[in-house]
């Protein structure tokens, strides 16, 4: 085949006469709803084998365009957003972990938002980034006009919670996954009449654990665990939502001209059926990388085809943009390479290639575990140099590992991923750093989560997973500190979000940058209980407090560049000097 060896462009392809037809551009240019669940495994639906799921509308997504059926992600979440999102390996677009900013992209990385936004699309986000909560990594910072969501890797209750709407705090009322529906129902009725791109990166099924009584009570009638009950409970009131969303286009005249995309962003989150593949979310193995991948545009893809070829989250920017009849270059250099001609044609041929992936943790960027697919083959590396090889058709569930009967293969494999791991983590950022000084972020949250601590400090729920605090502050000889990027120059008023009870008031915190120092004490008890979650199984994540005092601790000026911020209480009267939720830099020049 002609394009067997290089990467190629839905442009280039339509030089080909016959193809004329298919490949100019829309008279009208396509909407785009992007769809992507969290934690929802490629078993999770049950098109794919799974009879004991309900998810029709899923099941018919999927028979009325083209059902990628090798389609491959990262195993945890931040890093396959960052990947769909910019075309690029999640580690060349700078995002390496899930927390502690190593989810953050690079400020410079270009997102499907901004392609869209500039080529005259209404762009808008319902649910989980992931990919930065400081600005210019916002999800507004990236090219999205609407952002109604959360930027972390969790809201820690599904029902009735706060969500940011482009900036500010909002109350909502009812289940997340209803709720940002209806946003994005109101947002397809207000762009009706122009093109838009709808990202809409559900939370669910990841935890906590929460789902209305009717769907928890259908699944624990079919004998499943509290845990399964409340995942498969989620999944199908996503799925209500996905048929919300479809009836909405319909209704609004738009189907035939809207690009509908369903996709998973990791395996599942827990053992459970997933057609018989090793290894769920956070996994190397086929298990946790291979999801769901749905696409139908009615009229222009076909329906009803399934397709095996080797695709990726990286390929998804590329094709969505040939498929709009974008002309658009890429700034850096795209990994992934459009699929859009195979969706259009009733035979294509899809060239060879090898898919890379990495599970790092926030600690440590050892070139382990890591993985290799080819169309036929996964290798696998989960410790030291020892290589497994698999023939994913002939043994789908990776039983016999065949690394020693091919060790040739093995080391044109494993070489092909040293040389990867090598180029994309050649920029990674040495040091995360918060941004502090835009103008269009005159407020800026250091979040425990993003911050070093020493002596006594932890985080309450140990991990340091989104929406974490610090506990433990009872020494004047611990420290806790975050690293900043200062912008630009400018003054300051230091906040910070606490609780204490009334016996630990009086607590004096300094806080020094360089040879500046600024201090204050906490004159105001702030006792507070945890929400009532409605958990169905136990949460590895903090529980939600109601509420967070806010001290004023004084006002600093901050020089341009690399700085430090160190919080130290100097004086604590009390059993500790408070629990810190975040520390607030609002500029006031």
């Known amino acids: 085949m002609y394009f067997v060896n290089k990467p190629f462009s ?19 240019p396509p909407n785009i709803v992007l769809i992507l669940t969290d934690d929802q495994g490629y078993g999770d639906v049950r098109i794919h084998g799974n009879d004991q ?29 960052a990947s769909l999102l ?19 992209m690079h400020p410079d990385e270009t997102t499907m938002a901004q392609v869209f936004g500039e080529n005259g699309y209404r762009t808008g986000l319902f649910g989980k980034w992931h990919n930065g909560a400081h600005y210019p990594n916002t999800p507004n910072g990236k090219g999205f006009d609407v ?23 909002v109350p909502t009322s009812g289940y997340l996954t209803d ?17 838009f791109f709808a990202y809409v990166p559900y939370q669910a099924p990841h935890s906590p654990f929460q789902v209305p009584d009717r769907y928890f009570d259908k699944y624990a009638g079919r004998g499943f665990d509290a845990r399964d009950a409340t995942v498969y409970g989620m999944v199908e009131n996503t799925d209500d939502n996905l048929a919300r969303i479809l009836n909405e286009l319909e209704a609004n005249g738009l189907t ?17 059926y997933n057609a018989g593949m090793r290894g769920i979310k956070a996994s190397v193995h086929e298990g946790g990388e291979r999801v769901p991948f749905f696409i139908q545009w009615p009229g222009k893809i076909p329906a009803g085809r399934l397709r095996s070829d080797l695709t990726a989250h990286i390929d998804v920017l590329p094709t969505l943009v040939d498929l709009a009849g974008i002309s658009w270059t890429s700034p850096k250099k795209l990994d992934g390479k459009s699929f859009a001609a195979m969706l259009l044609q009733d035979e294509y041929e899809w060239p060879d290639r090898m898919i890379f992936s990495h599970h790092s943790r926030w600690d440590s960027l050892e070139v382990f575990p890591g993985a ?21 058709p002939d043994d789908p569930g990776q039983q016999r590992d065949l690394s020693g009967e091919h060790p040739d293969l093995v080391a044109e494999l494993s070489s092909g991923y040293y040389s990867w791991f090598d180029e994309v983590t050649r920029n990674l950022p040495e040091h995360r750093r918060i941004p502090v000084g835009y103008q269009a972020a005159p407020e800026v949250t250091l979040p425990a989560p993003e911050g070093k601590f020493s002596g006594n400090v932890r985080f309450y729920g140990e991990s340091g997973w989104a929406n974490d605090w610090f506990t ?20 300051f008023d230091i906040y910070l979000d606490y609780t204490a009870p009334a016996e630990d008031i009086g607590a004096v915190i300094l806080a020094t940058i360089g040879s500046i120092q600024v201090s204050g004490i906490t004159e105001t008890p702030v006792e507070t209980v945890f929400i009532p979650s409605p958990d169905r199984v136990p949460r590895g994540e903090v529980y939600e407090k109601e509420f967070w005092g806010s001290n004023h601790l004084g006002r600093i000026q901050l020089q341009s560049g690399h700085q430090r911020i160190t919080m130290q209480a100097t004086d604590i009267p009390g059993e500790a000097a408070m629990e810190l939720k975040s520390v607030r830099l609002i500029r006031v020049d």
Request: charge should be negative; charged fraction near 20%; proline fraction near 4%.
């Open 179 to 195: 709720v940002l529906t209806d946003s994005v129902l109101s947002f397809i009725r207000q762009n009706r009449d122009r093109p």
């Open 372 to 392: 290799v697919r080819t169309p036929r083959y996964r290798a696998v590396l989960e410790d030291g140099d020892n290589w497994q090889l698999y023939d994913m």
């Open 53 to 81: 799921i309900d998810t029709p509308w899923m099941d018919q997504l999927a028979l009325n365009g083209v059902r990628m059926d090798r389609f491959m992600v990262s195993s945890v979440c931040a890093p396959t957003r």
């Open 86 to 104: 910019t075309g690029r390996y999640h580690f060349r677009a700078g995002t390496q972990w899930v927390t502690r900013g190593l989810e953050s």
């Open 256 to 272: 035939g001209n809207t690009i509908v995309i369903f996709m998973g962003d990791n395996g599942p989150n827990g053992v459970r």
């Open 10 to 28: 839905f442009k280039t392809l339509c030089v080909l006469p016959f193809l004329l037809a298919a490949c100019s551009a829309p008279e009208v």
């Open 472 to 491: 433990g502050w009872t020494s004047t000889n611990d420290r806790i500190w975050w690293e900043l990027d200062v912008v630009s120059d400018g003054e």
């Open 147 to 169: 952002f109604f969501g959360f930027s972390e890797g969790h809201t820690n209750n599904y029902f009735d919670t706060s969500l940011e709407y482009n900036g500010e705090m």
